[in-house]
Each structure stands twice: as structure tokens, then as C-alpha cells.
């Protein structure tokens, strides 16, 4: 073993990480609905565990109640987080059971019943905004990042003091443009992925690992 | 929602009308108005967590005959300073606007300008 890798493993390093950072937190997948927030919950479940979290559908509201797996280990050089991870359902404002029917050619009855669900999972991924050190907060890079969705959020967590990373996903489609979400939000990290592909994710991890691990005082709500 | 003959209320709500109410009274006064299909105009908008507490109470008032939902897009809050934030300044929400999900959609929002419409055959000439 090193003299790196010992002093890694030492009883002084942990106690230097204990004053100065963190290397457990609950981490929350966020975003509004059909974003690809699932989709990065198996990418980084798969890299890391081999497990999945949850199944993936081009109909909206796919997830509709809250998933976590804990104790998932990131490592990236020298560094590590690990990690309890929280697959959220999309936050929206509206939820209209007849676009299930009239888009995705569901009946009556299952429609209305996805909806209802999906109500239900839009205050609980709120609710969980109390009980979490971080957020990736999943943006679809082809669309307008305008939505009130994501800039309620966006503030939300800048009002708790929580550190957000945002992942611009979908990058793998033609019309992708990262660079506009960069421009709406220049405040916070934009990494562009593809959480289908894997394109990218790397990067996400480091800077995880990297702004995840920072000590900070949340505010609470 | 109350779709009147005399077409849809669009009403412009000053800051002194909301500013002496709790964010409870806030959300429930504009969670009624909304349902009553009236689209509201705040020239003194939400904060982020007050505009969270709308999400979720509009998610529990959701009936999916007569309800669906909001539709709402405000600019971001106002930015303050160091020095004014050492004195206890907190960023200022700004106007914004907020109706019905079945009357009015965002068409596109930036920091310069948000462009709403309403939707054809609920009362747009």
C-alpha cells in the first residue's frame, strides 16, 4: 500500500474529512417530468452497483413515487462519495389525465389513475426537498430551460442553501443545445450527458463527487 | 372554472393587496382565484418556496374534470448586493403571472420577456 493510499485509509484523514467535508449524503434526482431523470438513476445505479432503479416509459410520469437506493459508492481519482440516491417523480404545474389518453392512447380509467398518482408524486418529490444534501437537477438540453418548473426549483434550493448540478440530457439528439442552458443558468454547474448513452457521465461523476462532498449549512424551510 | 359570456377575467394585482397577507392566506387567495378561471397578474410575485407551497397545493386541488392545474412563469428574483445583503436584504420576487392550465399556456418565458397565450377556444377572439 502507498503512502497516498494509507494516508487515505488513515484515522487523520478521516477526521480532516469530518472537519472539512462530507463523504455520505442523500443526494435527489430532480426535474420536471419526462426529462430523463430515471434513465440517470439506472446510468449511475448500473456504473456503480449494477442494479437498476426504476422503469423508464416516453409517456410522462413514468415514476410516480419516490425511489432510493442508499450506500452507493462513487469513486472518482483520489475522491469518493457515498451516496443514498433518490429517483424523484416530475414536478409539473398541470396535470390534464386527457393527454394520457389523446397522446399515448391510453383508456379512460388508466389515465385517470396515472393522474392521480402523479399529483401525489409531485408533493412528495417536494416533500423529500427537506430531507436531502444535494440535487442533480435533470433539464432536457432540447428543450426551452425557461420553465417555471426548473427556475422554482433552481430557487428553492439556492433558498435552502443546497448545492445543484445540473445535467443537460439528451445531449445525444440532434436538436441538443447545452449551451443554452448554460446561458439561463450561469450560476450553477451545467454538464451536458446523455444518460441513454453514457455520453458524459464521467464528468458528472467527478463533479459530484467534487460539489456534493463540500460541508455546508442547509437551510431549513 | 367559471368561463363567463363577457370572456376572461384578466386582473393585475398590486403588491400592497398581498403583501399583508401570510403565505398561506397568499396561496389560498390566488389557488381560488385561479379555480374561478380568472388569470392573476402579480406586480409583486412568489417567492421560490411560497411558489413550491402553490405547486403542491394545486396538486391537491387538482379534480380532473374541472381542475388541471396552473400555468404560471414569473421572472427571476431580483438579485441583491453584498452590502445589502450583510443588512438583511433578501431577493425581492418580481412580477409574475399565474392562471388556469386549461385557459392559459406559456409560450415562452426568458429574462427579458414572457409570452403567454390563451388557448384558442377559451374566449381568445
Given at each position: 500500500m502507498g503512502l497516498l493510499e494509507r494516508f487515505r485509509e488513515s484515522r487523520f484523514s478521516k477526521i480532516i474529512h469530518k472537519m472539512f467535508g462530507k463523504n455520505h449524503a442523500k443526494i435527489g434526482i430532480y426535474g420536471?417530468?419526462?426529462?430523463?431523470k430515471t434513465t440517470l438513476a439506472n446510468r449511475i445505479l448500473r456504473d456503480w452497483t449494477g442494479d437498476i432503479m426504476g422503469s423508464v416509459s416516453e409517456v410522462p410520469h413514468e415514476t410516480r413515487r419516490a425511489k432510493w437506493k442508499n450506500n452507493i459508492r462513487i469513486d472518482n481519482g483520489g475522491s469518493s462519495l457515498t451516496m443514498d440516491l433518490v429517483d424523484t417523480p416530475g414536478i409539473a404545474t398541470k396535470i390534464d389525465f386527457k393527454e394520457f389518453m389523446n397522446?399515448?392512447?391510453?383508456?379512460k380509467d388508466d389515465s385517470r389513475v396515472r393522474a392521480k398518482e402523479a399529483t401525489e408524486g409531485v408533493i412528495e418529490a417536494i416533500r423529500w426537498l427537506d430531507d436531502i444534501d444535494g440535487v442533480v437537477l435533470v433539464m432536457d438540453a432540447t428543450q426551452d430551460p425557461f420553465t417555471q418548473v426548473n427556475v422554482t426549483i433552481i430557487g428553492n434550493l439556492e433558498a435552502r442553501n443546497l448545492p445543484i448540478l445540473i445535467a443537460a440530457n439528451k445531449?445525444?439528439?440532434?436538436?441538443?443545445?447545452p449551451a443554452t442552458l448554460k446561458s439561463a443558468f450561469p450560476q450553477h454547474p451545467v454538464i451536458p450527458i446523455s444518460a441513454l448513452t453514457g455520453y458524459n457521465t464521467e464528468n458528472l461523476y467527478t463533479m459530484m463527487v467534487k460539489e456534493f462532498g463540500k460541508k455546508r449549512h442547509k437551510q431549513r424551510r | 372554472m367559471t368561463k363567463k359570456d363577457s370572456g376572461i377575467a384578466f386582473n393585475l394585482i398590486s403588491r400592497q393587496k398581498l403583501e399583508h397577507l401570510s403565505s398561506l392566506e397568499k396561496l389560498q387567495y390566488i389557488l381560488n382565484e385561479v379555480k374561478e378561471g380568472r388569470i392573476l397578474v402579480l406586480e409583486h410575485g412568489l417567492t421560490p418556496t411560497e411558489q413550491t407551497q402553490l405547486i403542491e397545493h394545486t396538486m391537491k386541488e387538482?379534480?380532473?374534470?374541472?381542475f388541471i392545474g396552473i400555468e404560471i412563469g414569473g421572472y427571476e428574483n431580483e438579485k441583491v448586493g453584498f452590502f445589502q445583503r450583510v443588512f438583511g436584504v433578501v431577493k425581492k420576487p418580481r412580477m409574475t403571472v399565474i392562471g388556469p392550465a386549461h385557459l392559459l399556456r406559456m409560450v415562452h418565458k426568458d429574462n427579458d420577456m414572457i409570452e403567454t397565450t390563451i388557448i384558442p377556444g377559451k374566449g381568445a377572439s
Open positions: 420536471p417530468p419526462n426529462v430523463g397522446m399515448y392512447g391510453m383508456t445531449i445525444d439528439a440532434e436538436n441538443a443545445s | 387538482i379534480n380532473h374534470d374541472t
